[in-house]
């Protein structure tokens, strides 16, 4: 057993037996049967285990059942192992191309029936889509052959192993082998055969591969048609109806490229595809041809002669239940809410996905960076010592791997750049890969990020460059050495088109500074955008011991290594539902931008090929949120890359309200991916009429006081605040502390960002041990004066000298009750802040403060850094609402420039507050939660939160940025907090 199985489990060749080369997942009438389904399987903790299951007369009436496709360690509410979530980490010793012996091993029996008819057959194949890691195959006690590439396709000759009438097919797969080591991609180790396996009978006079490359060019498409057949196939007859074009090809001789006049092309935007088939006399094949030219010319990435914008997401095969189990309705609705959402490209992080799904990016129309199964990351740990990217050894693996990648999906008209990978260093190997890329598909470029000096590869790709970076990348004539080039490598790379990878790690409340990124696209016309890290957080669905459910991650399936909730960096949660950070790029990246000019509005088409009759424009008009009028507005067809200019209504601002002009881009009719009358894009313009605050009343009649009295809807006992409007309330106590966000938790590399970052320090480790999160309060002093209160406190932490000074004065002005707040900080504070502000605590009372409505920004939450979504309006949402079910607990939920805000309990009004500027004219924002910023920061759960009997609100002067710091640069220095004097005002009246 040891002396056969050994080499297997580390044999760095892709496996034995499978069909070469790769062809085309093609849509076929030949007949095919699915072996999908429930099939017997055992589970044995090592691959020491016999073999005899494979047996045609094996008694498997004592297996389990588990669904095909399927991933074990998601079967059997634990019985078969649990899941391991790691980024970089190998979760078993790095000795390549080894395997412990502790290796979890399916085996897998069904069995299934052929047709008699089907003896009539050319050859039986039997197609596996995906399987991880590396599996054996049985046909009735027959072994077939093995093969390695978890998300690759590998077909197997079973034409002398099958029988008409009953068969059966065992499968034995191992969690680990040597291939694991070149699939170490950021994402749940998750073995078994987790997509479908499909017996297909290929036809004597069958096509085994069709491939219809395309182009265009004036209204004028080329077809250039490569068929694979034997001589019993032909004639061969192309045919596409729609454009009237019917080739009848005699003999491999006749297959040549054609030209096909009045094309409509191809392009994300119009994912225009003709119906398509090539046919024998046995068997058809249908595609769909969508025409397009792609092109690098100079620096620039062009698409039928327009330059490509990627607004791009990396996606990954993710879902809490099924895991990358591929099912067809979800991932329809995944690529519609991505349309719905500006998004026009995917990068395929980093394996090719289920073949259907680049159906629906074809027919949905994206701009696809189809990527190969391969990262080699972990190898970092030992200085990338014995990396297979440059080992001669796993050659043969490498080429296999990317020669099954562009086979399989070379006839997508969505995938405009092949990449060979993700992470794995660089290496001979990888320019192998690039090479018979370049030889097989001149027409595509090649992408691969660590390919650093661009010697093998047609695109300039990074990671996480901060946007200062990213300019200098797109700056003509810079002299700055780029990343890990000399001075002449940097020169050859400014002259390729360069494209974010990966950007704006989107890991809870984040990221920030997405708009700085897209104004770089916009003036230098190198930079060709990027792929936000990542579409959709990868929870897995759990539940407590109690049945609460919750989305794990990394450490919830007690993993001996693991890395935490860095899986969960999506801008979408684990149960679909998109979080701020995606209505932000939605924002950022709309393809209209409305230019506000006296009484008229230009109007941007920064689309690549659609212009704007697909749109209609609207407007309204509010006053302090209330809308008063509206209408359409006259707007002439754009086209793609031009302007134009439309009036604008006859707007009467309002004498003692705020005057807003909201224009809106919306569909004129429902599309594939949105109903009519769908937002596109929108913009607002003030043109409230200025009020200046009320003035300060100065006071001189202040003397010392008890500070027990009443002022009108306020209770006060000692100075401190007992009730309000009837009702008992806490505070206002200073809080300078947030529950740390996850860029605020990521240790800073002392380079991007804010000046203040320490290397290898979070600001998270800062903020506690300056003490942020355990501020006490020392009363210095109660004055009274006629109608006022004051009181002057100092603010600091134990084991700290730095301090904050914070005097209050409590006033009727008009008729109301004021609150004003002077918030003075010492010197000797070493870190940024994450806010300042001031926190009320409003106890249930057997009613709990459980509702907001306010007028300000929203409705979704904003922070210094990402205010592009934000729309100045009246909002009401419950306590529930208002924060983000992030994986982690955080902060979030904070609403910036506030102008009015009332709490409600039930349908009950409870408190008004309004909030003045400060002398500067800066407005506050607002948080309304059930627990304190340290209580959410103590939580690695949602369900780790205690029972609460109390709201609170957060009034903030100031709010930290967000940045992208879990993983890229720092805050922005612009909207980086630090410590600073600030005002607070606020009327309170009775609800």
Known sequence: MTSELSPLLSDTAPGRGALRPARSWLHSDAPSLSLNGPWRFRLSPTAWVSQDFAAEGFDDQQWDSIPVPSHWVLQGDGAYGRPIYTNIQFPFPIDPPHVPDENPTGDYRRHFHVPAEWSAADRIVLRFDGVESLFRVWVNGVEIGSASGSRLAHEFDVTSAVRPGDNVVAVRVHQWSAASYVEDQDQWWLPGI???????????????????????????????????????????TLRIPELGVEQVWSSAADVKPLMVADVQPWSAEQPRLYDATVSSATERIALRVGFRTVEIRGDQFLVNGHRVVFHGVNRHEAHPERGRVFDEEHAREDLARMKRFNVNAIRTSHYPPHPRLLDLADEFGFWVVLECDLETHGFDKVGWAGNPSDDPAWREAYLDRIQRTVERDKNHPSI???????????????????????????????????????????????????????????????????????????????TKPFLLCEYAHAMGNGPGALDEYEALVHRHPRLHGGFVWEWRDHGILATTPDGTPYYAYGGDF???????NFVMDGMLLSNDVPTPSLHEYKAVTQPIRFTFDDEKVAISNLRHSADTSDLRFRWRVEHDGTPVASGDLDVSVVTAGGSGWAELPHVAAAPDAETWLTIEAVLAAATAWAPEGHRVATAQLDYSVSRPAPAVRPR??????????????????????????????????LELFRAPTDNDESPSDGIEGSDDSTPGVSHAELWRSEGLDRLTSRRLSVAHAADALR??????????????????????????????????????????????????GLPDDNAPIDGAEWFGLGPLESYPDSLRAARMGRFASTIEDLAVDYA????????????????????????????????????????????????IAKARHAFELPESTTSHLTIDAAQHGLGSRACGPDVQPEFALRPQARTIRLRLTAG
């Not at 500070?707 to 106590?733: D, K, M, N």
Request: proline content about 5%.
């Open 888 to 935: 982690r607990p955080q902060e979030s939920g904070h609403r910036s420039q506030l102008r009015r805000l009332t709490l409600s309990s039930g349908e009950t009004e409870v408190l008004r507050l309004e909030a003045l500027p400060d002398l500067y004219g800066r407005r506050p924002g607002y948080t309304l939660s059930r627990h304190t910023p340290q209580q």
């Open 416 to 494: 405009v750049i092949w990449s060979l990978g993700n992470e794995a260093g660089t290496g001979s190997n990888l320019a192998a890969m690039s090479a018979w890329v370049h030889a097989r598909d001149a027409e595509r470029p090649v992408h691969y990020e660590g390919d650093y000096t661009g010697d093998y590869t047609d695109i300039y790709s990074r990671m996480y460059s901060s946007v200062a970076e990213t300019e200098e990348i797109g700056t003509d004539g810079a002299r700055t050495k780029l990343f890990n080039c000399t001075p002449s490598q940097s020169i050859r790379q400014r």
């Open 194 to 236: 987790f997509r479908d396996v499909t017996l297909l009978v290929r036809p004597v006079g069958g096509i085994e591969d069709v491939w219809l490359r395309t182009g265009f060019d004036n209204g004028q498409g080329r077809l250039d048609p490569e068929v694979v057949a034997d001589s019993t196939a032909f004639p061969l």
């Open 791 to 840: 009181t002057l406190d100092k603010v600091s932490a134990a084991n700290s000298g730095a301090y904050v000074m914070v005097e209050s004065v409590w006033s009727l002005e008009d008729g109301e009750l004021e609150l004003r707040v002077e918030i003075e900080p010492s010197s000797g504070w070493g870190s940024v802040w994450p806010r300042i502000g001031i926190r009320f």
């Open 558 to 564: 007690a993993e001996v290594v693991h890395d935490g």
């Open 700 to 733: 001189k009649d202040w003397h010392p006081g008890d500070g027990t009295l009443a002022l009108g809807i306020a209770e006060f006992v000692g100075g401190s605040l007992a009730r309000l409007a009837g009702r008992v309330v806490t505070g206002p106590r």
